[in-house]
């Protein structure tokens, strides 16, 4: 069974088009909830870190939330360059190792 | 400053081979962790090392070893390759054990392929 699932799978958007991406989790005791942003090839890029239901954090034209069940990742008038897939973990537990989702593959054409 | 770096970038063996992937944290942090992640999937867990001790084992077979050195940099090692091992293999290191307030920073990662 799933801990962490990300929806949509895919999204595309056009240049300027605002949307979010959803991330919800079924384990208790959340210790925090992150976002990483990975390019083809390359490793996972920090983005944020959330830890309290009700918290929320920007950078540029992102900005993460969270709720008890669920984050979401809202971009705001979206640039070709941020065309990636976003990935949600959850750390939780007495080890430090996190869950991830599958990720969501954002295009966003000019 | 330099962020966390990996070697080899990439990686090609045969079935029943063994490979050593090598990690170097960024400055200052002491704690290493291993992830998997396979075409389409996200990272999944494989270890965690912090001050050179194992702290944390996800659920792979015990051909996947790790350890940590003095200076913190790591190895994961491999065994007894299967086609099933290809993937790209993630490190990433933390200030300290990846709990609260500790983000995980993530190395470029080494290609495996396994043929």
């Known amino acids: 069974e799933d801990q962490v699932t990300q929806s949509p799978e895919a999204l595309r958007l056009q240049e300027g088009e605002s949307s979010s991406l959803n991330c919800s989790y079924t384990?208790?005791?959340?210790?925090?909830l992150f976002w990483y942003r990975q390019d083809p090839g390359k490793g996972p890029e920090f983005l944020f870190t959330?830890?309290?239901a009700g918290e929320e954090k920007e950078k540029e034209r992102l900005k993460a939330t969270l709720t008890k069940k669920e984050s979401f990742l809202h971009i705001t008038a979206p640039k070709p360059e941020d065309s990636a897939t976003y990935l949600c973990?959850?750390?939780?537990?007495?080890?430090?190792?996190?869950?991830f989702g599958k990720g969501t593959k954002l295009s966003v054409k000019p | 400053d330099a962020g966390v770096t990996q070697s080899p970038t990439h990686l090609i063996k045969t079935r029943g081979q063994h490979v050593t992937l090598r990690c170097s944290p960024i400055?200052?942090?002491?704690?290493v962790s291993w992830y998997q992640q396979v075409l389409g999937q996200g990272p999944q867990f494989i270890f965690q090392?912090?001050?050179?001790?194992?702290?944390g084992r996800g659920n792979f077979p015990d051909r996947f070893s790790a350890r940590q050195f003095p200076n913190y940099s790591s190895e994961l090692n491999v065994n007894a390759l299967l086609l099933g091992d290809s993937a790209l293999y993630l490190c990433?290191?933390?200030?300290?054990?990846?709990?609260?307030?500790?983000?995980?920073?993530f190395g470029p990662g080494t290609r495996l392929t396994v043929l």
């Open positions: 959330l830890y309290s």
């Open positions: 990433a290191s933390s200030l300290g054990l990846a709990g609260s307030y500790n983000e995980q920073f």
């Open positions: 973990a959850v750390l939780w537990g007495s080890q430090g190792n996190l869950i």
């Open positions: 090392y912090y001050e050179k001790e194992e702290r």
């Open positions: 400055s200052g942090h002491k704690s």
């Open positions: 384990v208790s005791g959340l210790r925090g």
